[in-house]
């Protein structure tokens, strides 16, 4: 057989091999910065993530931790979204309020976020891979002429104080760490349940800065006419149920997507699916899992019929617990999952569904045998 | 109306294998292909011209091979291409990269007339950022909408769009003006079948090649690895689940008794699962 030739991803060893040397109008930038995401007056759970990672990011650089919070005036989420901030760790938190700033809209976010940070100088600035957090880390990054490290894995701090973000490539077959060498701040997007939720702080205490917007409704071009929330359609808050099963092409027909449903909705959980399920229409493109779905985080998660492919594998694994069903002792999900039984899925998850009926509700179970 | 889509050249990543021992990428016979997200892009752009008229620019950042996807583009009907390729744009990041295309979109203006709309992909399947198109608008000063399901309406005299976008919990509906760009999300509809005309004329179409100069680009510190502020230190593979999966032996039992077994084997290792589940979940 012939090894084939095989090249390294495209990789900058002579200039990332550089002595840094970070130019004088930077080297006063200090502190961490964590977005904190407010949409229609919620906080998304993806910021209070985030601020469990920047606040070990803050600890090693001994610096402060800072919550960003915009959003409209006369506080609509702006004050639980501060005391959230605090609650998660961070020391102080810079707010804008504006009634421009009642939905979410590139300009003005863009630019509150930029005059912030041109005026405070953080040193590391974080975001949600969200899809706020995406569109506006990519303006503001542009803006701002600085490096943006999108969707990462793991943040951390090197020796010479510079943030190493590790983000998949190539599909998520191989792992690579960037470094922003001579732009401030250094930002990062981290989608969510990649990161784990930090604990509460007993006693939050902080420092709250305001700002004001420097702009009118008159300057911002695009305008909101409506917004249809999902949840008068089908609510899929898969990437935060504690128990997910998720269905492959193993299971062969739409149709036996019904043992999946049911598995969710008898033990009060949530379902999912591989790709190709998306692509053949048996399944909404919101719950889909992998690289280019969702990432879920739970503590059991079912895999029926799935391979267990990289583009799959990067989705789930934070799951606690994995239990793989596949006809396919070879299969790659039995590479990465806990429990493993070798079956036909489109039998077995009605098994499963039964034996755990049976065990949560014992003495249903025992009223319906005697 | 002229539009412009920006659509890139990738590997199919789904083919691409990774080295067992040097953990390096495996390229060598892998097809490439119009990253899947810009195929979108491009059949919306394609709806706006059939409502509206106008013509379509096609433009990509590649190495000279990327001509095989500008045919593409042409077969489904695209009616000019351009190919912005030159060795001073190796390494770039998505810094580099936006400045790049805004560059040359400035030049596809002064050439061909100013863009109404210039659509991008969501993301591309390699990078994998969703920064490009974002870039691109904030350097051309272009109204911004991101993740786009579906243009509901334009008013070519008023200058007008309306549109719906995807966002967290729902779907916004946005008005907006010319000049903007659009970043299209996946699954809003599918590629046409490029006609025979089409692909005959594909096959003979001058597309146009530029270098950095052709696209006006005089400081080249922008572009390419100078121009990135993000660098790539390392790669490597993750690491490798330690232990294969414990396989419930299934010979010789009922699924019942297998599924009891799971079920003792979830709880074992999940012991706080159980009463929770318990307290919200079944019966
Ligand atoms: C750019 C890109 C992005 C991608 N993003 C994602 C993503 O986000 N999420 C994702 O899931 N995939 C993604 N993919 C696709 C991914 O590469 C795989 O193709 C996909 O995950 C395979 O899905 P599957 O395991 O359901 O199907 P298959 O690979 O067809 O596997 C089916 C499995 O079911 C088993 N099986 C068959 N019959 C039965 C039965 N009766 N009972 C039990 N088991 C049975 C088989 O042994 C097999 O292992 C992406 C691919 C690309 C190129």
Same mark, same amino acid.
């Given at each position: 057989?012939?090894?084939?030739?095989?090249?390294?991803?495209?990789?900058?060893?002579?200039?990332?091999?550089?002595?840094?040397?970070?130019?004088?109008?930077?080297?006063?930038?200090?502190?961490?910065?964590?977005?904190?995401?407010?949409?229609?007056?919620?906080?998304?759970?993806?910021?209070?993530?985030?601020?469990?990672?920047?606040?070990?990011?803050?600890?090693?650089?001994?610096?402060?931790?800072?919550?960003?919070?915009?959003?409209?005036?006369?506080?609509?989420?702006?004050?639980?979204?501060?005391?959230?901030?605090?609650?998660?760790?961070?020391?102080?938190?810079?707010?804008?309020?504006?009634?421009?700033?009642?939905?979410?809209?590139?300009?003005?976010?863009?630019?509150?976020?930029?005059?912030?940070?041109?005026?405070?100088?953080?040193?590391?600035?974080?975001?949600?891979?969200?899809?706020?957090?995406?569109?506006?880390?990519?303006?503001?990054?542009?803006?701002?002429?600085?490096?943006?490290?999108?969707?990462?894995?793991?943040?951390?701090?090197?020796?010479?104080?510079?943030?190493?973000?590790?983000?998949?490539?190539?599909?998520?077959?191989?792992?690579?760490?960037?470094?922003?060498?001579?732009?401030?701040?250094?930002?990062?997007?981290?989608?969510?349940?990649?990161?784990?939720?930090?604990?509460?702080?007993?006693?939050?205490?902080?420092?709250?800065?305001?700002?004001?917007?420097?702009?009118?409704?008159?300057?911002?071009?695009?305008?909101?006419?409506?917004?249809?929330?999902?949840?008068?359609?089908?609510?899929?808050?898969?990437?935060?149920?504690?128990?997910?099963?998720?269905?492959?092409?193993?299971?062969?027909?739409?149709?036996?997507?019904?043992?999946?449903?049911?598995?969710?909705?008898?033990?009060?959980?949530?379902?999912?699916?591989?790709?190709?399920?998306?692509?053949?229409?048996?399944?909404?493109?919101?719950?889909?899992?992998?690289?280019?779905?969702?990432?879920?985080?739970?503590?059991?998660?079912?895999?029926?019929?799935?391979?267990?492919?990289?583009?799959?594998?990067?989705?789930?694994?934070?799951?606690?617990?994995?239990?793989?069903?596949?006809?396919?002792?070879?299969?790659?999900?039995?590479?990465?999952?806990?429990?493993?039984?070798?079956?036909?899925?489109?039998?077995?998850?009605?098994?499963?569904?039964?034996?755990?009926?049976?065990?949560?509700?014992?003495?249903?179970?025992?009223?319906?045998?005697? | 109306?002229? &539009? %412009?889509?920006?659509? !890139? /050249?990738?590997? $199919?990543?789904?083919?691409?294998? @990774?080295? =067992?021992?040097?953990?390096?990428?495996?390229?060598?016979?892998?097809?490439?292909?119009?990253?899947?997200?810009?195929?979108?892009?491009?059949?919306?752009?394609?709806?706006?011209?059939?409502?509206?008229?106008?013509?379509?620019?096609?433009?990509?950042?590649?190495?000279?091979?990327?001509?095989?996807?500008?045919?593409?583009?042409?077969?489904?009907?695209?009616?000019?291409?351009?190919?912005?390729?030159?060795?001073?744009?190796?390494?770039?990041?998505?810094?580099?990269?936006?400045?790049?295309?805004?560059?040359?979109?400035?030049?596809?203006?002064?050439?061909?007339?100013?863009?109404? &709309? %210039?659509?991008?992909? !969501? /993301?591309?399947? $390699?990078?994998?950022?969703?920064? @490009?198109? =974002?870039?691109?608008?904030?350097?051309?000063?272009?109204?911004?909408?991101?993740?786009?399901?579906?243009?509901?309406?334009?008013?070519?005299?008023?200058?007008?769009?309306?549109?719906?976008?995807?966002?967290?919990?729902?779907?916004?509906?946005?008005?907006?003006?010319?000049?903007?760009?659009?970043?299209?999300?996946?699954?809003?509809?599918?590629?046409?079948?490029?006609?025979?005309?089409?692909?005959?004329?594909?096959?003979?179409?001058?597309?146009?090649?530029?270098?950095?100069?052709?696209?006006?680009?005089?400081?080249?510190?922008?572009?390419?690895?100078?121009?990135?502020?993000?660098? %790539?230190?390392?790669?490597?593979?993750?690491?490798?689940?330690?232990?294969?999966?414990?396989?419930?032996?299934?010979?010789?039992?009922?699924?019942?008794?297998?599924?009891?077994?799971?079920?003792?084997?979830?709880?074992?290792?999940?012991?706080?699962?159980?009463?929770?589940?318990?307290?919200?979940?079944?019966?």
């Amino acid at each position: 057989m012939e090894i084939q030739k095989s090249e390294t991803p495209s990789q900058a060893t002579g200039r990332a091999a550089m002595k840094k040397e970070l130019p004088k109008h930077y080297q006063d930038h200090r502190h961490v910065w964590v977005f904190i995401e407010l949409e229609r007056g919620q906080v998304h759970p993806v910021s209070l993530e985030l601020l469990g990672e920047g606040r070990k990011l803050a600890d090693k650089l001994g610096v402060q931790l800072a919550g960003v919070v915009v959003g409209p005036r006369d506080g609509v989420g702006t004050g639980p979204a501060i005391a959230d901030a605090f609650a998660y760790g961070a020391d102080l938190a810079y707010l804008i309020e504006s009634p421009l700033l009642v939905d979410y809209r590139n300009e003005p976010f863009t630019k509150a976020l930029t005059d912030l940070v041109n005026c405070h100088r953080p040193e590391i600035l974080l975001l949600g891979a969200t899809t706020l957090g995406r569109d506006l880390a990519g303006s503001v990054a542009t803006t701002l002429q600085t490096g943006l490290t999108a969707d990462c894995t793991e943040l951390d701090v090197d020796v010479d104080g510079s943030l190493a973000a590790t983000r998949p490539t190539f599909g998520g077959s191989l792992l690579c760490t960037i470094y922003t060498l001579n732009c401030r701040p250094q930002m990062a997007t981290v989608r969510p349940r990649v990161m784990a939720m930090p604990q509460r702080v007993a006693k939050p205490i902080g420092r709250v800065i305001r700002h004001d917007l420097m702009m009118v409704e008159e300057e911002i071009v695009t305008k909101v006419l409506g917004f249809l929330s999902d949840s008068q359609s089908e609510d899929a808050n898969l990437a935060y149920a504690d128990v997910v099963v998720g269905g492959g092409l193993g299971l062969g027909a739409a149709e036996n997507l019904q043992h999946v449903k049911v598995f969710a909705r008898t033990i009060g959980g949530e379902f999912g699916c591989s790709r190709p399920l998306v692509q053949k229409g048996w399944m909404p493109f919101d719950r889909q899992i992998g690289q280019t779905g969702k990432t879920i985080r739970p503590k059991l998660y079912v895999a029926a019929g799935i391979s267990g492919a990289i583009q799959h594998r990067v989705g789930v694994e934070g799951a606690d617990l994995i239990v793989a069903i596949n006809t396919d002792r070879n299969a790659p999900i039995f590479d990465f999952a806990h429990v493993g039984v070798v079956a036909d899925a489109i039998r077995f998850l009605p098994a499963l569904t039964e034996a755990l009926t049976r065990r949560l509700a014992p003495r249903d179970h025992m009223k319906l045998v005697n | 109306m002229h &539009i %412009v889509v920006c659509i !890139k /050249q990738v590997p $199919d990543s789904a083919q691409i294998r @990774v080295h =067992p021992v040097t953990n390096t990428i495996m390229r060598q016979g892998v097809p490439t292909i119009i990253n899947p997200y810009d195929l979108f892009a491009l059949e919306e752009a394609f709806k706006v011209r059939d409502c509206h008229g106008g013509a379509i620019t096609v433009l990509t950042m590649g190495p000279p091979m990327a001509e095989q996807a500008m045919r593409k583009a042409l077969t489904y009907g695209a009616d000019r291409a351009i190919l912005l390729t030159d060795r001073h744009f190796a390494g770039s990041d998505t810094l580099a990269t936006s400045f790049a295309i805004a560059q040359a979109i400035v030049k596809i203006g002064d050439s061909f007339g100013a863009p109404d &709309i %210039v659509f991008t992909g !969501k /993301q591309t399947i $390699d990078g994998d950022t969703a920064q @490009v198109g =974002p870039g691109i608008a904030k350097r051309l000063d272009l109204q911004q909408l991101t993740y786009i399901t579906k243009i509901a309406s334009i008013d070519r005299h008023a200058r007008e769009i309306t549109v719906e976008r995807r966002s967290e919990g729902g779907t916004q509906m946005l008005k907006s003006k010319f000049p903007c760009l659009i970043t299209m999300l996946e699954g809003v509809n599918s590629i046409r079948r490029g006609s025979l005309d089409n692909a005959l004329r594909a096959a003979r179409f001058p597309i146009l090649k530029w270098s950095a100069a052709d696209a006006g680009i005089e400081d080249l510190a922008n572009c390419g690895l100078r121009g990135s502020p993000t660098v %790539v230190k390392r790669v490597f593979a993750p690491t490798a689940r330690a232990q294969k999966a414990m396989q419930i032996d299934t010979t010789d039992k009922t699924a019942g008794h297998v599924a009891d077994e799971v079920v003792a084997s979830i709880f074992t290792n999940q012991p706080s699962l159980e009463g929770e589940l318990s307290s919200n979940g079944s019966a």
